[in-house]
């Protein structure tokens, strides 16, 4: 698969909330780096985020655009909500080797009616 072609499944997938084929796009040692949060190492871990955050709130990502540039695609998304965001995902062979997501914490947590951390 190209990135474009990769990052459309893993939006397919996200939707579905199959945290199985999602953990199954990225390589073993792939790092998710949502950068609201500390980055995530390797497919286990990714997976085990997923189940989580799954678990949390009901999400859905809605596609605005994907580009592609050779071995990245970018994801702008939105979501019901109104809540916006990018990705950028670095794909060799069709895996997910590195992603990166940024979006807003705050608004994501307020929209759910999720605890705010105090730090």
């Known amino acids: 698969m190209t990135p474009k072609e990769t990052v459309h ?16 796009l990225y390589h073993d040692d ?6 609201a949060n500390e980055p995530i190492n390797g497919k286990t871990s990714i997976k085990e985020m997923f189940e989580r955050e799954f678990a949390m709130a009901d999400m859905e990502c809605i596609v605005e655009n ?5 071995e990245w695609a970018i994801l702008e998304w ?14 060799i062979n069709g895996k997910i080797k590195l992603q990166r997501g940024y ?10 009616h999720l605890p705010i951390p105090i730090e």
């Open 9 to 24: 499944k893993f939006v397919d997938l996200f939707n579905k909330k199959d945290t199985v084929g999602l953990a199954e």
């Open 30 to 35: 792939a790092i998710n780096h949502q950068v």
């Open 66 to 70: 994907i580009f592609e540039d050779g």
């Open 78 to 91: 939105k979501d019901p909500l109104g809540l916006r965001g990018c990705g950028f995902f670095y794909v």
């Open 103 to 112: 979006w807003d914490k705050l608004s994501f947590l307020r929209q759910h």
